[in-house]
């Protein structure tokens, strides 16, 4: 498919044609379709920007995403952990669909197969630009990767034009930047070697060296030892390569800014997949100290200075307003998430969740329920809130329909075309939700039941509320915001009903209407 030519009767024609129904169409169809950039924050919870509620902590950057366009309150991730919301995100499919989606590993293959319809993909055959800079943790190649050589397939094989990308994450190995299919800065003298079942002889680890620690675990993460912070999985090599965990908010921001200048003149898709707040939460000198929360806080900080990054771009090129901008977070937050990093001394009254029960990991809302703003300038109205029923899995069909492309049967599964609510134009999102956590939830309307499940309640580690219960859990979302009423045993007939209908979703292969 041709690049979108604004000039071209056929591409305007069509555009004009997804838009009409809509007021402010025609000014924003006379520029041709927006740019897009999605700002992915990792682990940052509901309650961490002051948009929504933060006091202690300012975020002002991303608080004017949410003054300029639409704050939703009941907006998810599609998973309560990184891997599967990624996944999900990008295909349009639950993930729990899907075995082999949980939390990789750092030298997983790519678990999103080359041809299947991705998000980037489609927005590629709608002429734009596509790219990812940031935190991947998708897999890459096809097993047994040799971070040496050509690394493939990976994002550009699945529909990116350009990939600057943390393999896994901060906490993982390898800490070695990519660009697209390369390993940057490699030292030909200096191989890297990966493994996650055997450390290589001669190099220290956290759990034999602790001396070394700059910062020390909390709980697993005592393997290989960069930058005086140990991680998850041996390796070795690749000194030239290691990034500094302090540089890595300014890196991966220069290349997202580096990203949106190269393709200011044509219609673009930045998927911006920020490392704050993950662990090691290690900011630049310029945020440590400054939040009075410990590293958490600062991170916090950090990941607000890249978004006003990206918003100064946006404003300096002249793009911000035909860029439909969205922010969120991959799932919800966790305070000791494997690091003795003062999250837990300093949090004081600061509730991460905000008004959620739970965190990462949890069935309660605190796991998905996250922070997510939509702006678009040119098309949509500043300062609304919006309690329509979202997800980040409908990103797909609804900016296909935003694009003008069809999509065919065996595209995103799972994504509903839900793009009136998410340009604030209307009250309806979707009409039933599965929540991914240790078990599966339904949310209908006002309802939300919990399937029964046999994990733990708390994980001792993260001491977070897993929501986790051998009986099925029903909850009033609208009485009971906080999820501490379980009326499953008041409302026996909602539970068989609702445990019904999650059956009919699990077993039928989509739920796109
Ligand atoms: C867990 C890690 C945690 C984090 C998480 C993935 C341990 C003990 N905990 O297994 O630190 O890395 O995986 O986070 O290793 S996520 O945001 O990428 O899903
Ligand atoms: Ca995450």
Known sequence: MPAWNPTCPVDRRRFLAALASAPGALRAAEQGPPNIVLIYADDLGYGDVSANGARRIRTPNID?????????THAHSPSATCTPSRYALLTGEYAWRRPGTAVLPGDARLIIEPGRPTLPAMLKDRGYRTGVVGKWHLGLGAGEVDWNGDIRPGPLEIGFDYAFLIPATGDRVPCVYMENHRVVNPDPADPIRVSYS????????????????????????????????????YMTGGRKALWKDEDMAGVITAKAVQFLERHRREPFFLYFSTHDIHVPRVPHPRFAGRSGMGPRGDAILELDWSVGEILGALDRLGLARNTLLIFSSDNGPVVDDGYRDQA??????????GPWRGGKYSNFEGGTRVPFFVRWPDRVKSGAESGALASQIDLFASLASLAGARLGAAAAPDSFDILPALLGESKQGRQHLVEHAGSLSLIVGRWKYVAPGKGARINQNTNTELGNDPAPQLYDLDRDPGERSNVAPQHPDRVREMAAQLAKIRQAARTRP
């Open 198 to 233: 055997t450390p290589f002889p001669g190099e220290p680890l956290g759990r034999t060296h602790p001396q070394l620690l700059r910062m020390h675990p909390s709980h697993g993460h005592d393997m290989a030892i960069v930058n005086g912070i140990s991680r998850i999985g």
């Open 64 to 72: 004017r995403i949410a003054r300029e366009g639409v704050r939703f």
């Open 344 to 353: 837990v001394e300093k949090l004081g009254d600061h509730r991460p969740a």
